[in-house]
Nanobody, 121 residues
Framework: QVPLVESGGGLVQAGNSLRLSCEAS????????VAWFRQAPGKEREFVAR????????YYADSVKGRFTISRDNAKNTNYLQMNSLKPEDTGVYYC??????????????WGQGTQVTVSS
């Protein structure tokens, strides 16, 4: 088990920024690929961004490319999702996930409880 805890969500106006954090409680994120997904009400969970452990290569959904940045701080055992130029359509619950590969939620084993992001127009 890898207990994950997300934080940093909130209510912001369109155009503003938020930074989400994902920590592994009592465990290290070392060795794990980390991904962020989001789920809006009535919609399926969708891929947002991911970073590979070995090379640190990052991947983004087209809808967030150029606005969001995924990163990690190994010393703090924390993964981040910097979200700039937020839009109302970015609203949803954001989850981090580990122990998987690719852009499909079903391919990840461990999930956090999620953090709510609401962007008002």
């Amino acid at each position: 088990q890898v207990p994950l805890v997300e934080s940093g969500g909130g209510l912001v106006q369109a155009g503003n920024s938020l930074r989400l954090s994902c920590e592994a409680s009592g465990r290290t994120l070392s060795g794990y690929n980390v991904a962020w997904f989001r789920q809006a009400p009535g919609k399926e969970r969708e891929f947002v961004a991911r970073i590979t452990w070995i090379s640190g290569t990052t991947y983004y959904a087209d809808s967030v490319k150029g606005r969001f940045t995924i990163s990690r701080d190994n010393a703090k055992n924390t993964n981040y999702l910097q979200m700039n130029s937020l839009k109302p359509e970015d609203t949803g619950v954001y989850y981090c996930a580990v122990n998987g590969f690719g852009n499909k939620a079903v391919d990840y084993d461990y999930w956090g409880q999620g953090t709510q992001v609401t962007v008002s127009s």
